[in-house]
């Protein structure tokens, strides 16, 4: 079955940059997904990359997929102690007709040291 | 616009009891996913509503139900509660059923039960 895996723990120093990474089981064309959920709060979209990209860079935030390997990464540049977070990884089959959904990783927990 | 609202936020239950959990999605949100969190098992999906149809379901015992009422606000009834429930129970609404195509979820914070 799918499967999505993580790394549980990354501790970097403010300012260095952070990558989080993520690998997956799913060979079908799928959506991957980095959520974030800080303490006490729900999970937030942070990025998404559809499977035919390799990159995908919003403000900060670089995503890279490498489909042959089926591994997706997730560089956060300038680390800020804001961004110390938990980090899901998420794919979705989208050839899954109406048994698609969400498959988790079980997120990477980010200490960001002063 | 407000967010998904989930109610109560904390809970403490005791073996045998059972429960039911409420999450109000955004408005025009049709699609309802709950997913049990837990330290050593991440993110587990519990089910998922659309438009009051049950759509998917993972792989949980029947105890954990759920149902979805026409103004799409969304409850989960877990019975017979078991040490093992307890679990930070998150709900996410959508627009469209979640896992289509860059369909975004957007969390509550979810109900935190404790069973004794």
């Known amino acids: 079955g799918e499967d999505v895996e993580q790394s549980l723990f990354l501790s970097v120093r403010e300012g260095d940059s952070s990558v989080i990474n993520c690998t997956y089981t799913?060979?079908?064309?799928?959506?991957l997904y980095w959520y974030k959920q800080e303490p006490g709060a729900g999970l937030q979209l942070l990025t998404y990359?559809?499977?035919n990209m390799d990159m995908k860079q919003d403000q900060r935030l670089t995503v890279l997929l490498n489909k042959k390997d089926k591994h997706l990464s997730l560089r956060i540049a300038d680390t800020q102690t804001g961004d110390s977070a938990i980090y899901f990884c998420?794919?979705?089959?989208?050839?899954?007709?109406?048994?698609?959904?969400?498959?988790w990783g079980l997120g990477t927990s980010l200490a960001v040291n002063p | 616009k407000a967010g998904v609202t989930q109610t109560p936020r904390y809970l403490i239950k005791t073996r045998g009891q059972q429960v039911t959990l409420s999450c109000s999605p955004i408005?025009?949100?049709?699609?309802v996913s709950w997913y049990q969190q837990t330290p050593g098992q991440g993110l587990q999906f519990l089910f998922e509503?659309?438009?009051?149809?049950?759509?998917n379901k993972g792989n949980f015992p029947g105890r954990f139900s759920g149902r979805q009422f026409s103004n799409s606000r969304s409850e989960m009834n877990v019975s017979t509660l078991e040490l093992g429930d307890s679990a930070l129970y998150l709900c996410?609404?959508?627009?469209?059923?979640?896992?289509?195509?860059?369909?975004?979820?957007?969390f509550g914070q979810g109900t935190r039960l404790t069973v004794v």
């Open positions: 998420a794919e979705t089959d989208i050839n899954a007709g109406n048994n698609r959904k969400l498959i």
């Open positions: 799913d060979s079908s064309s799928t959506y």
């Open positions: 990359i559809f499977s």
């Open positions: 996410a609404s959508s627009t469209r059923s979640m896992g289509r195509t860059n369909t975004e979820a957007f």
């Open positions: 509503y659309f438009s009051e149809t049950q759509r």
């Open positions: 408005s025009g949100h049709r699609s």
